[in-house]
């Protein structure tokens, strides 16, 4: 496989840092601080913003945030027809979900088909108060009626494009991009 | 890496990565079985046969469970209540539920090569769960995931396996899959009950299990198959448990952290002691445990062609 070639840097670090800062605000803004709050990363990129937000509601609440992981492999509505090329990771969910207000976080909103996974698997872990959805990168083309309540950067894109968000943890560099589709 | 198969019927047809690709999902759905609920949407409207030929409790509960978990239907067929034992071949009953339109079947059959008759014959999917002396590969799958877990590893570790290989579907996937994946492999047990030629398997041939227990970091004992010693292959029970019964005091000459499996039912006393049997080096119940989740795990990479959709 190719890398896919790049149009357009659209975030580079320093945005990339504001923009989940202003995320950890507005969650704290609407919630009144971190009374049963718990944030959810979806896999890969989703746990690693997640666990950032965590940092970040502690710098300014000066408390820890539970945090947690889930892999929606087997929750996709294609479960029965695709076979995955990576193999999935354990999901991990370190606490009751059981009246919690779920901050559910992922790095790219698109379809909506992986939100509405993620809130499948939330709901067989037990009955949150609320889920609500934290985004990196809004790019549109939505298939199913999600939204997200909490957005760092909408991006208008193609959907013969491709929207790839880096972080440092497993990429090296906070950065999101816009590239070419393989064709 | 995608395993692109329609079938799961042995070891021996599985490259190194693509063992590796059902061990990595396997030990994602052993976090599934510890849930409160313990099921996942991912084989929702699927059926499931399982088609048993033979005895079996914890490969048959061990499938059904598997399959539940993930939320498939599941028809049971046994032989004894079957239209089998009215004379309808094996072959009928199975264009029979494929005419019910059945997504995956689990054959075990005491003649080897049954699986792969089927396997020729349907577009079902056809899991192997052990025919006759062949292989019995999520077995196999089962055993390396719980080596892998214990060790962190299979390349380079010195395994003994132990009792009657000649008559042993597990021996063989076992052989297979870890040979494939860099593990040395001893065999131990009286010539009767090795096969001729095993050492083309490229294993190592012991019969002093004092000899074969020396520096290994696995012992897995197998069961001695009573029914299926009408020949004579040794003189008495008692004999073959004085010279062949894994127990504490033989087992110091294996490696200070070696573990010890057998896959079950077991004959304690016969083949291994109670004192390993249930002491700390045992994987006896792990096994078990790992069992749900190799089985959950090739349920589910064996539905669905492959086919390119971005979520």
Partial sequence: MTPPKIKALIMEARDFDRALTRIAHEILERNKGIQDLVLIGIKSRG???????????????????????????????????????????????????????????????????????????IIDF????????????????????????????NIPSSSKEKVLVHVKESDGKDEVYIAEAEA | MTWKSKDLLTLEELSASEITHILDTAASFKEVSTRSVKKVPALRGRTVVLFFHEPSTRTRISFELAAKRLSADILNVQTASSSLVKGE???????????????????????????????????ATVINAGDGAH??????????????????????????????????????????????????????????????????????????????LDGTDVVYVLRLQL??????????????????????????????????????????????????????????????TNGVAVRMAVLYLLQGEKEEKHV
């Fill in chain 1, 47 to 121: 746990e690693i913003l997640a666990e950032r937000l965590a940092a970040k509601i502690k710098g300014i609440e000066g408390s820890e945030v539970p945090f947690g992981a889930l892999d929606i492999t087997f929750y996709r509505d294609d479960a029965g027809t695709h076979r995955p090329e990576k193999a999935p990771t354990p999901t991990l969910l370190p606490f009751d979900v059981n009246k919690k207000k779920v901050i559910l976080v992922d790095d790219v909103l698109y379809t909506g088909r992986s939100a509405r996974a993620a809130i499948d698997q």
């Fill in chain 2, 89 to 123: 071949t094996l072959i009928d009953t199975l264009k029979t539920l494929e005419s019910m339109t059945i997504d995956a079947i689990v054959v075990r059959h005491k003649c080897s090569g049954v699986p792969q008759m089927l396997a020729n014959i349907t577009k």
């Fill in chain 2, 135 to 212: 292989e019995h590969p999520t077995q196999g799958l089962l055993d390396l995931l719980t080596i892998r877990e214990q060790k962190g590893k299979i390349e380079g570790l010195t395994v003994t396996i132990i009792g009657d290989i000649t008559h042993s579907r597990v021996a063989r996937s076992d052989i297979y899959g870890l040979t494939r994946l860099g593990a040395k492999v001893r065999v131990c047990a009286p010539p009767t009950l090795l096969p001729v030629g095993i050492e083309k398997m490229g294993v190592e041939v012991f019969h002093d299990l004092n000899k074969a």
């Fill in chain 2, 227 to 288: 029914e299926r010693q009408k020949n004579n292959l040794f003189p008495t029970i008692r004999e073959y448990s004085l010279l062949y019964c894994v127990n504490n005091e033989r087992l110091k000459r294996a490696k200070k952290d070696a573990i010890v499996m057998h896959p079950g039912p077991m004959n304690r006393g016969v083949e291994i002691s109670s004192g390993v049997a249930d002491g700390p080096k045992s994987m006896i119940d792990e096994q078990v």
């Fill in chain 1, 126 to 153: 037990g009955r949150p108060t609320s889920i609500q959805y934290a985004v990196l990168v809004d790019r549109g083309h939505r298939e199913f009626p999600i939204h997200a309540d909490y957005v760092g950067k």
